[in-house]
């Protein structure tokens, strides 16, 4: 599985983004999507994920209500749209893929991309 993240940038408080990372290499309705971020300084942390299969997503505290995770099996891509952000989103945002056996929150994925640039100005 190959993983391709963009839509990075840099944005003003209380704006929006939408981060795309294009999937290729084969993959189940099992497998876990995730999105992940590491600010400067900081560890990575675990933002959004979202089954294949689109029964179930999960959300960080930090983001839930701003952020939204969704998935296109046609393309096959998975989103990330960011409202209202905030200068603590300022972050490499990740996109990682997981075959579904370990916890979606945890950081046990298997593949990653390579990351795309958020700043976020006050």
């Known amino acids: 599985v190959q993983l391709q993240a963009s839509g990075g940038g840099l944005v003003q408080a209380g704006g929006s983004l939408r981060l795309s990372c294009a999937v290729s290499?084969?993959?189940?309705?099992?497998?876990?999507m995730g999105w992940f971020r590491q600010a400067p300084g900081k560890e990575r942390e675990f933002v959004a994920a979202?089954?294949?299969?689109?029964?179930?997503?999960y959300y960080a505290d930090s983001v839930k209500g701003r952020f939204t995770i969704a998935r296109d099996n046609a393309k096959p891509t998975v989103y990330l749209q960011m409202n209202s952000l905030k200068p603590e989103d300022t972050a490499v945002y990740y996109c990682?893929?997981?075959?579904?056996?370990?916890?979606?929150?945890?950081?046990?994925?298997?593949?990653w991309g390579q990351g795309t640039l958020v700043t976020v100005s006050s």
């Open positions: 979202i089954r294949w299969s689109g029964r179930s997503t």
């Open positions: 990682a893929a997981q075959p579904g056996l370990a916890s979606p929150v945890g950081n046990e994925y298997d593949y």
């Open positions: 290499g084969r993959t189940f309705s099992s497998y876990i």
